[in-house]
């Protein structure tokens, strides 16, 4: 099994299987247009636009709070236990829809701790190992897109929950940058991800690809792929010329 590792944070690493990777995001819209979208009356923290979220980055995601939603501020890398002392945790940021139901890790948080992820689009890379080309991928009908995702009581520094995006097999728009995309969910059923009384098939029939009509792709600049770059420029469609 190969990994590529990073370490963005002081004793803290994350992890991405190189074939399930959806490691970068954006979203750059205001809280309150957020809150109107997803129906959100409570929340805490505030952010600031990101053009370039990475794995370690808190940010917003929804979760089911007495029967509402509410908005609540995470670490990006689910934390399923905790490490010995002196190792590093293992933060895996994707978990996969096929196997999301089968293994330990994540069956627990499928039935009781499932979140929303906002965002306005993501990152990703196509093309050989020493020439790959980013592109940013959007909702064509929608202001934002949003993906199912599943959190842990745990984190590895600032106390808060940890979470992770859930990743299906592409549709056709996606299936010629990668084999891989985040698993969005249509506004009719956020609720229903969000409720706690719903049978494990249901919830996993809900983690499908989105249908093609729905996203754009194009290519940006590689600027992205340095997480310190964040501004607005990385998600203007880059010049092929």
């Known amino acids: 099994m190969q990994y590529d590792f990073f370490f963005c944070s002081p004793g803290v690493s994350f992890y991405l299987k190189k074939k399930d990777m959806c490691g970068r995001y954006a979203l750059f819209e205001q809280l309150d247009e957020i809150d109107h979208f997803l129906g ?13 979220v990475a794995p370690t980055h808190t940010m917003p995601v929804v979760v089911n709070s007495a029967g509402r939603p509410e908005m609540e501020m995470m670490h990006w890398g689910f934390m399923g236990w905790k490490p010995k002392p002196g190792e590093r945790p293992f933060l895996p940021v994707n978990t996969r829809a096929e196997s999301i139901s089968s293994k330990a890790m994540w069956k627990k948080s499928l039935l009781q701790r499932r979140c929303l992820v906002p965002m306005n689009g993501f990152y990703e890379w196509a093309g050989s190992k020493s020439n790959k080309t980013p592109f940013y991928i959007h909702g ?4 934002f897109l949003v993906a199912a995702g599943i959190y842990s009581e745990l984190s590895p520094i600032d106390g808060s929950r940890s979470f992770s995006v859930i990743t299906t097999s592409p549709n056709k728009v996606m299936e010629n940058i990668h084999d891989r995309m985040p698993a969005f969910l249509h506004p009719s059923e956020f ?15 809900l983690l499908r ?7 754009e792709a194009y290519r ?8 310190r770059n964040n501004h607005p420029g990385l998600v203007v469609k880059a010049d092929l010329f």
């Open 209 to 215: 690809p989105y249908p093609d009509d729905a996203i």
């Open 40 to 52: 959100i009356l409570d929340r805490t923290g505030e952010i600031t636009p990101n053009y370039n």
């Open 140 to 143: 064509t009908n929608e202001p």
């Open 191 to 205: 609720a229903d991800w969000l409720k706690s009384d719903h049978s494990e098939e249901y919830l996993s029939d």
């Open 220 to 227: 940006v600049s590689k600027d992205v792929g340095n997480v």
